[in-house]
């Protein structure tokens, strides 16, 4: 096997044709003609995660967020591109790809809140692109027994939310940072679960009347680690695959 045979296993997952114009996804570090026999799966390519790579023996580094997203102007030795060169190890990144994907990280977690919420068998897209979901519940609910689920099935520490005088029958889901959708999806959903609302996007909630619940984009996205691994080990049997899922460096005191 080589790294694009990894390539093409994480094409056929999520397509990364589908990225968006301001993504960039794909092979952003090394060759596809290098051998790769293992691979490591982890949310973020930081340090720590370039070294654990490394010590396991790992030829390939999937990751969902880009590794390079803007222009490098300097390459620091403390830089994860750098040691991902140092060390010959090659870095494919699935971003807004694993987001629109089917079976990619909103359907997952639609998947996870159904174990918690009584739901239709079939979604919706949230957005044009495919980028977010929405679940339909056969009875509302208040938003707080929506967040409840949320922070169960995510093993959020925290949840931040507001809730609407208006019971949750659709919820929009968009994994990460999705709320700038809000405006997009009032009329069509009575609330939002996203992560990283900035303050201005509580008050937009409170106007449009829509509940908008808060999990972390930490929470809302590592779930693609173990999703990912197994995955790419059904695709290919004979690589052998890792995970390195990195606590969230946030502390909440």
């Given at each position: 096997?080589?790294?694009?045979?990894?390539?093409?296993?994480?094409?056929?997952?999520?397509?990364?044709?589908?990225?968006?114009?301001?993504?960039?996804?794909?092979?952003?570090?090394?060759?596809?003609?290098?051998?790769?026999?293992?691979?490591?799966?982890?949310?973020?390519?930081?340090?720590?995660?370039?070294?654990?790579?490394?010590?396991?023996?790992?030829?390939?580094?999937?990751?969902?967020?880009?590794?390079?997203?803007?222009?490098?102007?300097?390459?620091?030795?403390?830089?994860?591109?750098?040691?991902?060169?140092?060390?010959?190890?090659?870095?494919?990144?699935?971003?807004?790809?694993?987001?629109?994907?089917?079976?990619?990280?909103?359907?997952?977690?639609?998947?996870?809140?159904?174990?918690?919420?009584?739901?239709?068998?079939?979604?919706?897209?949230?957005?044009?692109?495919?980028?977010?979901?929405?679940?339909?519940?056969?009875?509302?609910?208040?938003?707080?027994?929506?967040?409840?689920?949320?922070?169960?099935?995510?093993?959020?520490?925290?949840?931040?939310?507001?809730?609407?005088?208006?019971?949750?029958?659709?919820?929009?889901?968009?994994?990460?940072?999705?709320?700038?959708?809000?405006?997009?999806?009032?009329?069509?959903?009575?609330?939002?679960?996203?992560?990283?609302?900035?303050?201005?996007?509580?008050?937009?909630?409170?106007?449009?009347g829509m509940s908008l619940i808060d999990c972390g984009h930490y929470w809302t996205e590592v779930l693609m680690v173990e999703d990912v691994a197994a995955r790419l080990k059904e695709a290919l049997p004979p690589l052998e695959v890792v995970t390195f899922r990195q606590d969230n460096m946030v502390q909440y005191l």
């Amino acid at each position: 096997m080589n790294v694009q045979d990894i390539y093409m296993a994480m094409d056929r997952i999520a397509p990364f044709s589908t990225q968006e114009p301001w993504d960039n996804s794909g092979l952003l570090v090394g060759s596809p003609q290098c051998p790769a026999s293992r691979v490591l799966v982890t949310l973020d390519i930081s340090v720590d995660a370039v070294e654990a790579a490394h010590q396991q023996g790992c030829d390939v580094i999937v990751s969902h967020h880009p590794v390079i997203f803007s222009p490098l102007k300097r390459l620091a030795c403390e830089s994860p591109v750098y040691r991902l060169a140092k060390y010959g190890i090659a870095a494919i990144c699935s971003h807004t790809p694993l987001d629109i994907a089917e079976g990619g990280i909103n359907d997952s977690i639609v998947s996870r809140l159904r174990t918690k919420l009584d739901a239709a068998a079939e979604t919706e897209l949230l957005d044009a692109a495919g980028c977010g979901r929405i679940l339909t519940l056969r009875e509302p609910v208040d938003a707080q027994a929506v967040a409840a689920a949320a922070k169960a099935v995510l093993h959020c520490p925290v949840i931040r939310c507001f809730r609407s005088e208006t019971p949750v029958r659709r919820l929009g889901i968009c994994s990460g940072s999705g709320a700038s959708m809000l405006e997009e999806t009032a009329g069509r959903c009575d609330a939002l679960l996203t992560g990283d609302v900035k303050h201005d996007r509580w008050y937009k909630a409170q106007e449009l009347g829509m509940s908008l619940i808060d999990c972390g984009h930490y929470w809302t996205e590592v779930l693609m680690v173990e999703d990912v691994a197994a995955r790419l080990k059904e695709a290919l049997p004979p690589l052998e695959v890792v995970t390195f899922r990195q606590d969230n460096m946030v502390q909440y005191l």
